[in-house]
């Protein structure tokens, strides 16, 4: 079957977006770690300017019809560059313009980058930091199968306390959940967040979906979602900044079982 003209201008937008991000636009790395294991799980890739600024600030000179495109060429240029310095363990991708119209070309394209990379499909995860966006309840369902049978996992992203959410983690059923970091920032001393994630994490452990805390910045948090929430997994500058093309390390050591 021949490809359409749509899809003909797409991929020429896609490649031209591809080729822009090379030339002024890198990405920076930062880990998540493991206390388990005592370990970096992985690393999220993060969009950043030629000047180094932040995503937000890149993504507002992007034409709003062509930013699933643009979305889409960040994921290709994230994992080339992630393969280029070498990154190691699980591989976090954005997914931040994915709706149900866009999806087999998100899944599809960033499929192939993995394969033209020789990146595992397994070690990547793709994070949607909006459930609303994925669709109705069938619709939802259908990113995740998708995903999965791609070979790569699906996370929540930004994840709070809502009767809405909750609902629509239930039907996605992704293998991760990150709390939004509104939750997390000064958890120690907040009663009322301490009790919204118990709830959460309660109901992912109850539907097999790990837990990720984010925006971790004080030793204090890591302790009480650590001792108290049961929180294995963590991502926060307390741990390491994001750092451009380079997969900064964390000095484990500290929280190796004596």
């Not at 899809?7 to 002024?24: K, P, R």
């Not at 970096?40 to 709003?64: C, S």
């Not at 994840?159 to 000064?186: I, M, S, T």
């Not at 294995?232 to 484990?252: H, I, K, T, W």
Request: charged fraction near 20%; glycine fraction near 8%.
């Amino acid at each position: 079957m021949y490809a359409s003209t749509a899809e003909f201008d797409n991929n020429a937008v896609l490649n031209d977006y591809t080729n822009l991000i090379g030339v002024g636009i890198q990405f920076a790395f930062q880990p998540l770690v493991d206390l388990s294991q005592a370990r970096i799980a992985g690393y999220e890739a993060l969009v950043r300017g030629h000047d180094g600024q932040a995503a937000g600030a890149v993504i507002a000179g992007v034409r709003p019809e062509n930013l699933a495109l643009f979305d889409q060429a960040c994921r290709s240029r994230a994992l080339q560059d992630a393969a280029r310095i070498g990154v190691r363990g699980d591989l976090f991708l954005n997914c931040t313009e994915v709706t149900p119209s866009n999806l087999a070309m998100a899944i599809d394209k960033t499929q192939m980058e993995t394969e033209a990379q020789d990146v595992a499909a397994n070690r990547i995860v793709l994070e949607f930091s909006s459930l609303e966006r994925l669709g109705n309840p069938r619709q939802l369902a259908t990113v995740r199968q998708r995903a999965n049978a791609a070979g790569f996992r699906v996370l929540a992203d930004n994840f709070g306390l809502g009767e809405a959410g909750l609902k629509r983690l239930v039907v996605f059923q992704p293998e991760y959940v990150k709390l939004d970091r509104e939750l997390c920032g000064n958890i120690d001393r907040s009663q009322r967040r301490q009790a919204m994630v118990l709830g959460i994490v309660a109901t992912c452990r109850s539907l097999g979906i790990d837990v990720i805390a984010s925006g971790i910045e004080r030793a204090e948090e890591v302790e009480w979602l650590h001792e108290q929430a049961g929180i294995e997994r963590f991502q926060g500058y307390f741990f390491a900044r994001p750092q451009l093309m380079a997969a900064p390390s964390v000095d484990m050591g500290m929280f190796e079982p004596a």
